[in-house]
C-alpha cells in the first residue's frame, strides 16, 4: 500500500506510513481491514493542591502539649481577668528552658494575647461610644476562634502565627 501523504510504499498491514507517520487507509473489498487504531491514553497533570502543605516540626508529643497548652491556657481569660495573660505566661516560664517548641509558641501565644488585652482595652473606652460594644464581641470571638485554631495545628507538630499581633517577646 502506497501512502496517500508521501507516497511511500508501505509493508502490508502497517497502520502508519514509516516515512511520515500518516494514517493509512485500507479499502474494505480488498479483505479483512486492520482494526481500528485504539486512541492513546493521554497522561494526566498531577492535581494541584489548593495550598502548600504547612511546615511540620517534628517535637516530642510531650512538648507539643505543652505548646498546646499554652495556647490552650489563654482561655482562663474568659472567667479570670487577665487570665489570657496569666496563662501562658506561667506556662512559658515554666517550660521555655525545656524545650524550643514551648519556648516558641508560649512567646508567640503571650504576644497575642498582650495584643488582644490592649485591644480589648482600647474597645472598651470606645464603649462610650457606642462602637466598643460590637468591636468588644468580635475580638472576644476572634480571640476564641484563632486560640482554638493555634492549639489544633500546634498539636499536630505545624507552626501558627497569629494575625493582629504586636511582638512584644522576640
Known amino acids: 500500500m502506497n501512502c496517500p501523504a508521501c507516497g511511500t510504499v508501505a509493508e502490508p498491514g502497517s ?5 511520515c507517520g500518516a494514517a493509512l487507509s ?30 511540620t516540626v517534628a517535637e516530642p508529643q510531650d512538648a507539643r502539649n505543652w ?8 482561655l482562663i481569660g474568659f472567667f479570670i481577668p487577665f487570665g ?4 501562658p505566661l506561667v506556662v512559658w516560664l515554666v517550660k521555655k528552658d525545656q524545650s524550643a517548641l514551648v519556648d516558641r509558641e508560649g512567646k508567640e501565644s503571650l504576644n497575642f494575647q498582650i495584643s488582644m488585652t490592649i485591644y480589648l482595652l482600647v474597645c472598651a473606652v470606645l464603649v462610650f461610644v457606642l462602637i466598643g460594644i460590637p468591636l468588644l464581641f468580635i475580638l472576644a470571638v476572634l480571640d476564641l476562634i ?4 493555634a492549639a489544633v495545628k500546634v498539636s499536630n507538630g505545624e507552626t501558627f502565627r497569629y494575625p493582629l499581633t504586636i511582638r512584644f517577646l522576640t
Not at 84 to 87: D, L, T, W, Y
Open 26 to 55: 485500507y479499502d474494505v473489498g480488498a479483505g479483512a481491514a486492520p482494526p481500528p487504531p485504539q486512541p492513546q491514553p493521554q497522561p494526566q497533570p498531577a492535581p494541584y493542591s489548593a495550598a502548600p502543605r504547612p511546615v
Open 15 to 19: 497502520r502508519f506510513c514509516p516515512k
Open 146 to 149: 484563632f486560640t482554638i485554631v
Open 67 to 74: 505548646a498546646m497548652g499554652a495556647h490552650l491556657s489563654a
Open 84 to 87: 489570657n495573660v496569666i496563662g
